[in-house]
């Protein structure tokens, strides 16, 4: 499940800036779905990504973890938002507070969010480089 604040001033992103939003949104339900197919259309391949503790995954990796339930998301809730826009690159900026079991501890994480995308063949693509 995906929440918002109440407070967040959504209303003020342009259409552009909704789109990277709402793609981030898309990931984020297709890791508690544990849609590995709908993970594989938003996320660039290459991309690595880099847990809390400092462990580093390849992609594949990172989603075998989450369709075994190694990683198990449970909700996300995004706390005031923003996206800037650079061409074909953006970053969504926002503070985030993970429910999940991940690797055996389950708990609330709450954290700030940089995430990173790139426009390819006219879609935003969630990459950790830009």
């Given amino acids: ?57 390849t992609k594949e990796e990172y989603f075998e973890d ?3 339930g190694a990683l198990d998301y449970q909700s996300y809730t995004i706390e005031n938002p923003s996206v800037s826009i650079d061409g074909n690159k953006a970053i969504l900026k926002a503070r985030v507070t993970l429910t999940a079991n991940a690797y055996g501890a389950q708990g609330s994480y709450p954290f700030n969010v940089s995430a990173y995308f790139e426009k390819v063949d006219k879609e935003w693509l969630y990459t950790n480089k830009y």
């Fill in 1 to 57: 499940m995906l929440k918002y604040n109440r407070n967040n001033n959504i209303s003020s992103l342009t259409s552009e800036e909704n789109i990277i939003l709402n793609r981030y949104k898309e990931m984020q339900q297709a890791m508690v779905d544990k849609d590995i197919d709908k993970l594989n259309k938003i996320v660039k391949d290459g991309t690595t990504f880099t847990h809390m503790s400092g462990k580093t995954q």
């Fill in 66 to 68: 989450i369709r075994t």
